[in-house]
């Protein structure tokens, strides 16, 4: 924990600590990484071991709770991820094509990374003393992969002789007063049914810790040999779980005050159905899990069509989205139409995947210029979920620049907001 910067006039600034100082303990406990760090400084009153040299320091100093302390160290304070040690029959980077880059097969499992970012989490890999800590640094809340409270059935389905303990976990979470949201992935015929009964029990048992539980379909590619077997979900089984929800949905808004419960988008869109309204939502509590993203989406581009967005000149535009989402969108740009603008909502088929993959976020830029050939349109709208986070690069590798050089037209890539696709058709500058 070597010091390489401290900003004037802070709290540690004041304190007497230089650069190159070695910080050691925070209020008499060793800081292992940034989440310690975090907590550990959160006070008003603290208590530093430095080294200085070879020369052990204590310092003490005083701050408004909250307050940043004030330095800045030569390495990062959080190490590196701790990794899956699950098997999970659903995993979909076991799914993944051989050659793409090596970050999208590294599987974390990490709490740090839950609590600071959202990533779920199985619990599988933690030993007592980091459960511990987990408790003492009130870590919450916390993003969880449940799957199922049946001890037995998440064994099997997480390929982990540890993952039936999930249960006490949570209660025990519950009971330090932690709190958490939970995601499903769903499997036909393997763990919805009675056993999503019971977990959704279980879950709702353990209310207010439990935040929200989110119900998600399993996503499946053509890349599953010798992988579990297992299929998508037929529009009559989505139907029957979006109906077992909307039980669970009645029961908690009348016993708890909220849903509770909420199935992601992809659920409505197998079975048919329509989305519901945003009151339903709540604050939308599992967006990053596609809960409510297209209801969102959709009351953003309402909005903007309400406010009378002027078309800049008339034209022809190719909207290209997956096959899941192709429906809804052609629906809403038919039903706020732009005068001039004629929109060509085009679905591209998942052939890196497998046409079981629907969702525009894994589309690559070798099937949109496969199916795109031949394009005649004044331009080319592309969701930005389709490229690496961060880089004009589909997960294929294609460069977004070879899309617009091959195809001969116009590229914009629009971002998530359903204002931000109004104003895109309109051809308004960005």
């Known amino acids: 924990m070597r010091v390489d910067q401290v900003h004037s006039g802070s709290p540690a600034a004041k304190a007497g600590i230089r650069p190159g100082d070695r910080l050691e303990r925070i209020q008499g406990e060793p ?16 208590r530093l071991d430095v080294r200085r040299g070879d020369v052990p320091l204590s310092l003490r100093l005083r701050k408004r709770a909250g307050a940043p302390l004030g330095l800045t160290f030569r390495s990062a304070l959080m190490t590196r991820p701790r990794r899956c040690t699950n098997r999970c029959m659903f995993c979909f980077v076991d799914q993944l094509p051989p050659g793409l880059r090596p970050s999208l097969y590294v599987k974390d499992d990490d709490w740090r990374l839950s609590l600071k970012t959202g990533n779920f989490i199985t619990l599988t890999n933690l030993p007592e003393k980091e459960l511990n800590r987990i408790i003492a640094r009130r870590a919450s ?40 949201h939970c995601q499903i992935v769903l499997c036909p015929g393997i763990n919805d049914g009675e056993a999503l009964g019971r977990t959704l029990a279980d879950l709702y048992a353990l209310y207010p810790a439990t935040r929200s539980v989110a119900l998600v379909p399993v996503g499946l590619t053509r890349y599953r040999d010798g992988l579990p077997a297992l299929r998508p979900y037929t529009p009559a089984e989505a139907a029957q779980v979006l109906n077992a929800m909307r039980e669970w949905q009645r029961r908690a808004l009348a016993e708890r005050g909220t849903r509770l419960v909420f199935a992601a988008d992809e659920f409505y869109q197998i079975a048919g159905r329509p989305l519901p309204p945003s009151t339903d939502y709540e604050d939308y509590p599992q967006l990053e899990n596609g809960v409510g993203l297209l209801r969102q989406f959709a009351d953003g581009f309402e909005a903007a069509a309400r406010l009378g967005s002027p078309c800049v000149r008339p034209r022809q535009v190719a909207l290209a989205t997956g096959v899941s989402a192709a429906p809804f969108l052609t629906a809403l740009t038919a039903a706020h139409p732009l005068t001039g603008v004629s929109v060509d909502v085009r679905p591209i088929i998942n052939r890196f995947f497998g046409e079981t993959v629907t969702v525009a976020g894994l589309v690559t830029g070798g099937d949109l210029l496969a199916q795109l050939a031949g394009l005649r349109a004044d331009e080319l709208l592309l969701p ?12 294929d590798g294609v460069p977004l620049t070879q899309i617009s050089k091959q195809l001969g037209v116009p590229v914009r890539v629009v971002p998530p907001g359903g204002g931000d696709l109004r104003d895109a058709l309109a051809g308004l500058e960005a």
Do not use: W
Not at 31 to 46: F, K, P, R, S
Not at 384 to 395: I, S
């Open 31 to 46: 800081v292992l990484d940034e989440i310690d760090y975090q907590y550990l400084t959160a006070g008003t009153a603290l």
């Open 141 to 180: 809340p916390l993003y969880l992969s449940v799957h199922t409270t049946d001890g037995a059935l998440r064994q099997a389905m997480l390929g982990n002789p540890k993952a039936d303990r999930i249960l006490g976990l949570l209660r025990r979470f519950a009971e330090a007063g932690l709190c958490f």
């Open 384 to 395: 930005a979920c389709m490229l690496r986070a961060g880089e004009d690069v589909f997960l």
